[in-house]
């Protein structure tokens, strides 16, 4: 099949913008709980529609007041908190422009996007941020005011605007339209220089809509109970505003976790209790090593493995039924799986809150096994696909019919093609209005309203799309073979010994492949084979860890033919890092940036 499309549930909205939901909420159900924020005590208090709404409109003056203007940008540099989200819709309400910048990024990166989105004032986190901006200010003589949120600018603001009529605000509030730009979200810049997408108020609005009234039913852990979510995902990225603005159009009580480390997390996920969570797979796979490394310390490690099994046969089973194409678990295997469910399956639920059974995911492929696995331990994961410029999800599995391994069908509203060289072309009313100040690049991506993905794919006979590579990701070997190598890099990933994997041949005699550690797993392993800790040189050059490494793609050269196959491959001492300019801030691979900062060790892999 070469395109599908899906029919809209309802229209684009025809007036209005993203803010107007908050004050309308707020005139139907004052009370309705809108939010959870953590006090000073690290306690979670409940704040209510009219709260939210007083809280966006005090600062919505205080901005008004130190002269930020309908259609200025303001750039905020943030991890995920509170703030950014009052902050969102309080300039949303007066109709500026939000710049949203990673807090990890360098001082290049945020003069790049300062400069090009000419934005004009700026809220950070921190001091340190500040001092980010203060080292590039002398060259952006637009930016006039900064604002620190733990410097207590949210009250100063308050204070600013309180001599303001409501009527001011409001009046900027009723210009805003559907067309009006709320947001330049810059690319991750994989393959060069960020680009600033161009998002709508339409565009956030029309998207949200769509996955709140289609996905309804996984936001419950069962049926009537009040929908929650934990928002862990950066704000930054665009998964994470779409999740923000669906939970507020949707009337979805949610919170903000500003660290995706276990540390912090699941203690947080235990005290707020979600209904459903949405999450890159990253976190779903932390989930699943920590819960086999604690089966591992306690001598369970056989019993897990089996309980693995039977949840993956269980989900596979229970999938086969729902496209009628099996029977079922049969009885011995729904014995199993109910005895393995007050073993295993619900303490990795205790470990999410207790309380989810539904989760959505995205950001990048997860492996189809895990999928299953989750689904067979009671949290059933909807993996999606989308981009920044789709305004994030353009495909979700449904929540009837999940086709582990694909990213489901079109949202609706949305059609997919696929273009004769395999590109997966988008169209609909979430896809962005063009690049910022670059009409090159978007005269590249876009064509005639179809947004060209750069991503390869193919759609089965039922409207499910499988993801296959990147475009330019295609490796072409000396012999010319073509090898897509995100299949390859993730079936080695799925080693628990394995933090990262990238896939090498370009131009070359055969496929090889540099593999970085995790550093956590590897750390027990040693334990569990009572061996003292090894330096990272050492580890590299262990014989044991190597015969690991070489099982995993082993394993991974199962999937292709050979020509295909990695041949050799070495492990490296660190892993690849944002800070070293290797990963995206949303931890995607900077495939050059790895080559060329590996070149030595990709030419010893090629060395007769």
């Not at 130190?66 to 200025?72: A, K, L, T, Y």
């Not at 793609?553 to 001492?573: D, G, K, Y």
Request: net charge negative; with cysteine; glycine share 8%.
């Amino acid at each position: 099949m070469r395109e599908f499309t899906n029919p809209p549930l309802a229209l684009a909205p025809p007036v209005g913008g993203l803010a107007d939901v908050v004050f309308e909420r707020a005139q139907e159900d004052p009370h309705h709980v809108a939010l959870g924020r953590k006090d000073e005590a690290g306690q979670w208090r409940d704040v209510t529609s009219a709260e939210f709404r007083d809280e966006v409109l005090a600062l919505a003056k205080g901005l008004l007041a130190q002269g930020v203007r309908f259609g200025d940008r303001v750039a905020i540099m943030s991890r995920t908190r509170y703030e950014w989200t009052l902050f969102d819709f309080a300039l949303w309400t007066i109709g500026a422009q939000v710049v949203p910048l990673y807090p990890t990024s360098s001082a290049d990166q945020v003069f790049w996007m300062l400069h090009d989105a000419e934005v004009t004032a700026a809220v950070v986190e921190h001091e340190d941020h500040a001092m980010t901006i203060a080292t590039v200010i002398d060259r952006l003589p637009r930016l006039d005011r900064l604002w620190q949120l733990d410097a207590g600018c949210v009250q100063e603001l308050y204070d600013a605007g309180a001599h303001l009529e409501d009527d001011v605000v409001h009046r900027h509030r009723r210009a805003v339209t559907p067309d009006s730009v709320a947001t330049i979200i810059y690319t991750s810049g994989t393959t060069g220089r960020p680009k600033g997408c161009v998002l709508s108020h339409g565009n956030f609005m029309y998207e949200a809509d769509t996955v709140s009234e289609r996905w309804e039913p996984v936001f419950h852990s069962r049926k009537g109970d009040e929908a929650s979510t934990l928002l862990f995902l950066p704000l930054a990225h665009v998964f994470g505003r779409m999740v923000e603005v669906a939970a507020v159009r949707g009337g979805v009580r949610f919170g903000h976790q500003p660290r995706l480390d276990a540390a912090a997390l699941l203690p947080d996920l235990a005290a707020f209790r979600p209904t459903f969570i949405l999450a890159v797979p990253y976190i779903f796979e932390k989930v699943f090593a920590a819960a086999r490394r604690k089966a591992e310390k306690e001598g369970k490690a056989g019993p897990f493995e089996k309980a693995v099994e039977v949840a993956v046969k269980y989900a596979d089973a229970v999938e086969e039924k729902a496209w009628g194409i099996g029977p079922g678990p049969s009885a011995g295997l729904r014995m199993q799986h109910q005895f393995f469910d007050k073993l295993v399956y619900a303490k990795v639920r205790a470990a999410m809150g207790g309380r989810i059974r539904n989760a959505m995911s995205g950001g990048s492929a997860m492996d189809r096994r895990l999928g299953l696995f989750f689904a067979g331990a009671g949290v059933q994961i909807y993996e999606g696909y989308g981009l920044t410029e789709s305004t994030a999800a353009a495909t979700a599995n449904p929540p009837e019919r999940t086709r582990f391994g694909t990213v489901g069908r079109p949202v609706p509203g949305v059609t997919v093609h696929i273009a004769e060289d395999g590109e997966i072309w988008l169209r609909g009313d979430n896809v962005f209005q063009g690049y910022l100040n670059n009409p090159k690049a978007t005269d590249e991506t876009l064509h005639d309203g179809w947004l060209a993905t750069g991503d390869v794919g193919q759609i089965d006979e039922d409207g499910y799309l499988t993801i296959t590579g990147r475009k330019k990701e295609i490796l072409v070997t000396s012999g010319g073979k073509s090898v897509s190598p995100g299949v390859l890099e993730e079936r080695v990933r799925e080693h628990p010994l394995i933090h990262q994997c990238v896939v090498v041949g370009n131009d070359r005699p055969f496929v090889a492949a540099l593999i970085t550690l995790d550093q956590e797993a590897v750390e027990h392993w040693l334990a569990m084979q009572n061996r003292p800790r090894l330096t990272a040189a050492d580890l590299v050059h262990d014989p044991d860890l190597e015969a690991e490494v070489r099982r995993a793609v082993v394993a991974a050269n199962t999937l292709v033919s050979q020509a295909e196959s990695i041949r050799t491959f070495r492990v490296l001492a660190q892993p690849f890092t944002e800070e070293h300019g290797l990963l995206t801030p949303s931890l995607k691979l900077k495939r050059k940036a790895i080559e060329k900062a590996y070149a030595s060790e990709v030419d010893a892999l090629y060395e007769v």
